[in-house]
């Protein structure tokens, strides 16, 4: 057995309404048919791709930029689906949709295979919908600095405890317990899996660069979430203690400690003394 990655390949950032001055909207109308099929021409045999994505978190599917839009998102959706299972009947076509709450987003999402929804909570539309498939297409957004275990507006760092995220995401425990505990949702990507030059959330000014969204951090080097993942997804025993750090400790100090473990029974010992269990 070879360990593989699963991938849905993405096709757009925009549709007709501009993200940007000199983004692809321009070209949309005239190009979109032609790169859709392209796309899937390109990646039709490669295994690791498993859905098409037709976009994520495309201005044209928000009732309020009707006035804007340059065509109809519902034939816009149609088109794009169709035009891949000219080429591929095999995979399902989806999109990653943060506004799913719209009337027109939902319309656009009943002309897809499955549903990705971006920062929201599954059960609601599960309720209404029972018949889509639903995943998460973007989640989380927890913000950390590998090592560091408290916000430093100064020095411009995070915490590390899984205590510390956007206004639109969620801690990673809990993204982790609603995704495997909710049946109709078939999984979850994390935003993100690595750090990235660019959107230093929640700083947003120099000299801070880069995002603090990864589970690694832009060295390559693993931050503390990264085991927590692992504690979820890894056969092999594995046990991991949070903070690793102990540099800014004090004698007296309480500071707190977090045990990712796959193990049955975990047993924490402080100078050959037992100070807590948990199975």
Not at 106 to 117: A, H, P, R, Y
Not at 155 to 184: E, F, P, R
Not at 247 to 261: A, D, L, P, R
């Amino acid at each position: 057995m070879r360990m593989g990655i699963m991938c849905i390949e993405e096709a757009f950032d925009c549709w007709t309404i501009q993200k940007k001055p000199y983004d692809y909207a321009r070209f949309f109308l005239e190009y979109a048919e032609s790169d859709v099929k392209s796309m899937v021409k390109r990646s039709i045999n490669n295994p690791c791709v498993i859905a098409w994505s037709l976009g994520n978190e495309i201005p044209d599917t928000r009732s309020s930029n009707s006035s804007k839009v340059l065509q109809d998102p519902i034939v816009t959706v149609q088109n794009l689906r169709n035009w891949v299972r000219e080429i591929d009947t095999t995979r399902p076509c989806t999109l990653g949709e943060n506004g799913i709450y719209d009337s027109t987003a939902k319309l656009v999402s009943n002309e897809l295979d499955i549903q990705g929804l971006n920062y929201n909570a599954y059960s609601g539309y599960h309720k209404s919908y029972p018949n889509w498939c639903l995943y998460g297409s973007e989640t989380t957004s927890v913000i950390s600095s590998r090592c560091v275990y408290a916000r430093d507006d100064v020095n411009y760092q995070c915490s590390s405890y899984d205590d510390d995220k956007v206004s639109w995401g969620s801690y990673a425990y809990k993204q982790i317990d609603l995704t495997m505990n909710t049946d109709y949702c078939a999984g979850m990507f994390i935003w993100t899996g690595w750090d990235y030059i660019g959107e230093p959330t929640p700083f947003n000014k120099y000299p801070a660069r880069s995002s603090y969204f990864g589970i690694i951090d832009i060295a390559g080097l693993p931050k503390d979430a990264y085991y927590l993942y692992q504690s979820m997804w890894t056969d092999k025993p594995m046990c991991h203690i949070v903070p690793m750090d102990w540099s800014q400790w004090t004698v007296g100090e309480e500071v707190n400690i977090m045990v990712y473990s796959n193990a049955s029974y975990v047993k924490m010992y402080l100078n050959g003394e037992l100070v807590g269990t948990y199975n």
